[in-house]
């Protein structure tokens, strides 16, 4: 496990964005996993300004994100979809075909999470996955207790997040929401994992994620036995490493 801590939020920003960048120059047709959140947003915006200035070949590249969310408009501008779409994926011109997304909307949802693995197999598999780090060391949507050797499946949500995405969204009451995520055992699959974190408000879970037991208890403890991992944090989320 390689640890790298940023002295500055944007050093965080520009080091996350050139991992992602770089992959993309080194292997044009690699297949990257991204994550949505607060933590993605600034290196996403860079990865398209960097590409706004200095375009380069992105015809082969696959995109896809870790998780989306079900039962819910793909428009909602809190899905997965639209998100990555609007914040990466759109600016790069990722051609459709290789910007890899399960629906939001389905009647069979263990079929979509196999579609999802098989198109991402048929590629070759991921080669890099950029994974945000829960509050309670959530990656994905694969919560506390889910099992280590659990594959793409529907998860519940946490229900703060929840709460949340129901006052955002005009989604009946009676309607499940949940999150279709990559399974802990696809992701460990990845041939290479950055974990990446930033902000005081992480510190914690940081620590005990990398230093602590690895244990379902904290899914993101896994990452300290994948063989090529990095964990990229800023000085805050680092502070106590
Ligand atoms: C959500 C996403 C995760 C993401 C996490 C961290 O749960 N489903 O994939 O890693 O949020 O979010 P933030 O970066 O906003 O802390």
């Not at 006052?167 to 399974?183: C, D, S």
Request: charged share 20%; proline share 7%.
């Amino acid at each position: 496990m390689k640890i790298t801590i940023c002295k500055s939020e944007h050093e965080f920003n520009v080091t996350a964005a050139w991992r992602i960048i770089a992959q993309m120059l080194e292997k044009p047709d690699a297949v990257i996993g991204l994550s949505t959140g607060q933590t993605t947003i600034d290196m996403h915006a860079i990865v398209s300004d960097v590409y706004r200035q200095y375009p380069f070949d992105v015809s082969r590249i696959t995109l896809f994100n870790v998780d989306e969310l079900t039962n819910l408009p793909r428009a909602y501008a809190g899905s997965c979809y639209t998100m990555i779409l609007n914040q990466i994926a759109g600016p790069l011109g990722i051609p459709p075909e290789n910007f890899i997304m399960p629906p939001t909307m389905s009647n069979d949802f263990e079929r979509e999470a196999r579609l999802f693995e098989q198109q991402l197999t048929e590629r070759g598999g991921a080669d890099l996955q950029m994974l945000g780090l829960g509050m309670n060391g959530h990656i994905g949507i694969n919560q506390p207790g889910t099992p280590f050797e659990s594959e793409t499946w529907v998860s519940p949500m946490d229900p703060d997040f929840e709460a949340r995405v129901r006052r955002e969204t005009q989604v009946p009451a009676e309607t499940i929401l949940g999150g279709l995520t990559r399974g802990i055992k696809n992701i460990m699959h990845t041939r290479k994992l950055i974990l990446i974190a930033k902000g005081p408000r992480k510190a914690e879970m940081v620590e005990k994620a990398i230093l602590g037991p690895v244990t379902t208890d904290i899914p993101a403890s896994i990452v300290q036995m994948h063989p090529n991992c990095e964990i990229l944090l800023d000085a805050d989320a680092g502070a106590l490493i």
